[in-house]
């Protein structure tokens, strides 16, 4: 089994997360770690018809911010990446400068020191001068940042075809195999 960790923060953007979460569990030989942070609790329970519970029921085991002792807070605890979606510009920060309080910032901190994948969708727009300098600093400590913009060549018909773009192109770079959409023309997903 493939560990994924997926931590959801408060951010705008729950849709990008419950798609992705859903896909991760249905992938073959994934075993989805969850890290619910209290702002995505809230969150999700204003833009999404998705419980918390119903998220929460979609992983392998889900754990609270403040659960420091848990697996995804240490280097020993092996996973095959951890993607941030949606990531606040506060969690940005926190992981951008090693100056993390809780679960989310603490096991991006130990992706980056292990150098394992680390995913963080920004979905805040426009970004501000810190904002841009925070994604720069992530991105050079060895962070992928994979904005939550959708593009618009698969002709997108429902918000559900923009959402399956962005969670297609996060599948894509943790090489998770997905029938969301066609890559750039390609006759089948």
Not at 64 to 82: K, T, V
């Given at each position: 089994m493939r560990r994924v960790v997926l931590a959801v923060t408060g951010a705008s953007g729950m849709p990008y997360a419950v798609s992705l979460a859903r896909e991760l569990s249905r992938a073959p030989?994934?075993?989805?770690?969850?890290?619910?942070?209290?702002?995505?609790?809230l969150v999700l329970s204003l833009e999404s018809a998705v419980s918390a519970a119903?998220?929460?029921?979609m992983a392998h085991t889900v754990y609270?911010?403040?659960?420091?002792?848990?697996?995804?807070?240490?280097?020993?605890?092996?996973?095959?990446?951890?993607v941030v979606c949606p990531c606040s510009m506060a969690s940005l920060a926190a992981?951008?400068?090693?100056?993390?309080?809780?679960?989310?910032?603490?096991?991006?901190?130990?992706?980056?020191?292990?150098?394992?994948?680390?995913?963080l969708?920004?979905?805040?727009?426009p970004y501000n001068r810190t904002h841009l300098k925070n994604m720069l600093a992530a991105h050079e400590?060895?962070?992928?940042?994979?904005?939550?913009a959708p593009g618009f060549y698969h002709k997108p018909a429902t918000?559900?075809?923009?959402?399956?773009?962005?969670?297609?192109?996060?599948?894509?770079?943790?090489g998770i195999s997905h029938?969301?959409?066609h890559g750039w023309k390609e006759d089948t997903p």
């Open positions: 030989g994934v075993e989805l770690h969850l890290i619910l942070s209290d702002a995505a609790r119903e998220l929460s029921g609270r911010q403040n659960e420091l002792d848990a697996g995804p807070a240490s280097g020993s605890w092996r996973h095959a990446g951890m992981i951008a400068t090693g100056l993390g309080s809780n679960l989310i910032h603490r096991a991006a901190d130990v992706c980056l020191k292990e150098r394992r994948p680390l995913i969708v920004p979905r805040e727009t400590a060895g962070a992928e940042i994979l904005a939550a918000i559900d075809d923009l959402v399956h773009f962005v969670v297609a192109r996060i599948l894509d770079r943790l029938d969301l959409m």
